[in-house]
């Protein structure tokens, strides 16, 4: 794959803002037949993306206040009707918590597929709720989904081993999702809810910040409703590790 994009800075007036338009292609060994006519997968997409937002403190998980919205729209290439264009929305809205170091973040996103008749689809942009990871169900023609974090940090003391390890923090991160996907025939509901633990620390002296921690998550039913039958799917409960790299 090839990416292509333009940041344009605009900060200013306390503010972290910025517009960043681009052009993706992408394309991957896999194939497939159609009317004796051999396609390779591949597409292009376009988009931009724009946020504005405070800074982080530095006891803070998120910015005070701040916002992000993308837009992007994939075409494939080649292969006629045979694969459908897809759109895609998303966005999230940073709000102040109960108190100070605590911080609350809205996401939402949206998608549209163009055909489900199309004969070959490409992988979905968007993602289903935080614990059907494994579910192996996907979006299919029109997908909405929700989300809300709640950032606790929780200071660490100043835990340390001399030379080798300096935990900055704690994190506490509850959150709940909800997801929305409608097609010709069906109509789905996701929903999950957790929380994710983790810690921030520094090795060696490095001044990259890593992160660990775990992801607990409650995938709820996955009620069907289509023309002849309503049944669940899906219902599990599932643990994650979480590691970051910060540089």
């Known amino acids: 794959s090839l990416t292509v994009d333009y940041p344009l800075n605009m900060f200013g007036d306390g503010w972290e803002k910025m517009f960043i338009p681009s052009v993706t292609w992408n394309m991957n060994s896999d194939h497939f037949y159609h009317n004796g006519m051999d396609y390779l997968m591949q597409n292009i997409t376009l988009g931009a993306r724009y946020y504005r ?45 109960i108190i100070r170091p605590h911080g609350l973040k809205l996401s939402y996103m949206a998608q549209h597929n163009y055909s489900e008749n199309a004969s070959t689809f490409y992988a979905s942009i968007a993602d ?24 606790m940090p929780i200071w660490a003391g100043d835990l340390t081993i001399p030379c080798f390890l300096y935990i900055k923090r704690f994190q506490l991160i509850p959150f709940c999702d909800y997801g929305l996907d409608c097609n010709s025939r069906t109509v789905t509901n996701y929903y999950s809810f957790g929380s994710d633990v983790t810690m921030q ?41 979480l590691f970051n790299v910060k540089i």
């Open 53 to 97: 937002m405070r800074p982080t403190a530095p006891n803070a998980v998120f910015p005070r206040w701040g916002m992000s919205l993308s837009f992007y729209t994939r075409i494939p290439l080649g292969d006629g009707d045979e694969s459908s264009s897809m759109s895609y929305l998303s966005g999230y809205t940073y709000f102040p918590g």
């Open 201 to 241: 620390f520094h090795l060696f002296r490095l001044s990259f910040e890593f992160t660990l921690g775990l992801r607990y998550a409650h995938a709820g039913d996955v009620p069907e409703w289509s023309k002849e039958v309503v049944r669940n799917t899906f219902n599990q409960d599932s643990f994650s590790l």
């Open 128 to 151: 289903l709720p935080r614990g059907y990871e494994k579910s192996g169900l996907v979006p299919t023609t029109n997908y909405l989904k929700l989300s809300l974090d709640y950032a």
